[in-house]
T-cell receptor, first 117, second 111 residues
Framework: GAVVSQHPSWVICKSGTSVKIECRSL??????MFWYRQFPKQSLMLMAT?????????EQGVEKDKFLINHASLTLSTLTVTSAHPEDSSFYIC?????????????FGSGTQLSVL | QKEVEQDPGPLSVPEGAIVSLNCTYS??????FMWYRQYSRKGPELLMY????GNKEDGRFTAQVDKSSKYISLFIRDSQPSDSATYLC???????????FGDGTTLTVKP
């Protein structure tokens, strides 16, 4: 299957700092990538849809100024958690959809555990 | 009511058992149906992918889609302790930009 690389796998930061998480599709091009948040023992919560070359589409209740998404190329999307606070501590996961194959498969990154002190 | 309802579990079975995981949905426009396996603190891994109705088999895994009943299932034969994980169903229609996920069922296979 296709490979999606997410980095870093875990990060600890102080309250008030910003954290950037990268999501790369390694062997395919992805016009669309998705960012999720997951709390322990809960399902994925879609935060935003990231489209290459355009602004991200955020789900209701997700602060776009808090969670900055950039999708500058067909293989890279980034999520920046700005001025992180302890309540932002969570497991963040990205996924990417292959482009142009009529294929509806989503491939996920391995996730980033963010802990804000 | 959620668009996708998944049997909540948790589910605990002995090694070698047949496991049935199920989801129901309300959106008749869903055409693509997926099952993902997620280990703790890891990203979901695509297990099975089905378009429209029917069965699909891959090794010990069989996915079934019954669009008339709006019901999908994942069967795991000869379950192994390594199958212990959370299983997520997901589905999508042709035009939607995103998939809709179930809440997941946590499975434990005991040796």
């Amino acid at each position: 299957g296709a490979v999606v690389s997410q980095h870093p796998s875990w990060v600890i930061c102080k309250s008030g700092t910003s954290v950037k998480i990268e999501c790369r599709s390694l062997d395919f091009q992805a016009t669309t990538m998705f960012w999720y948040r997951q709390f322990p023992k809960q399902s994925l919560m879609l935060m935003a849809t990231s489209n290459e070359g355009s602004k991200a589409t955020y789900e209701q209740g997700v602060e776009k100024d808090k969670f900055l998404i950039n999708h500058a190329s067909l293989t890279l999307s980034t999520l920046t958690v700005t001025s992180a606070h302890p309540e932002d501590s969570s497991f963040y996961i990205c996924s990417a959809r292959q482009t142009g194959t009529g294929n509806e498969k989503l491939f996920f990154g391995s996730g980033t555990q963010l802990s804000v002190l | 009511q959620k668009e996708v309802e998944q049997d909540p579990g948790p589910l605990s079975v002995p090694e070698g058992a047949i496991v049935s995981l199920n989801c129901t949905y309300s959106n008749s426009a869903f055409q693509y149906f997926m099952w993902y396996r997620q280990y703790s603190r890891k990203g979901p891994e695509l297990l099975m992918y089905t378009y429209s109705s029917g069965n699909k088999e891959d090794g010990r895994f069989t996915a079934q889609v019954d669009k008339s009943s709006k019901y999908i299932s994942l069967f795991i034969r000869d379950s192994q302790p390594s199958d212990s994980a959370t299983y997520l169903c997901a589905m999508r229609d042709t035009n939607a930009g995103k998939s809709t996920f179930g809440d997941g069922t946590t499975l434990t296979v005991k040796p």
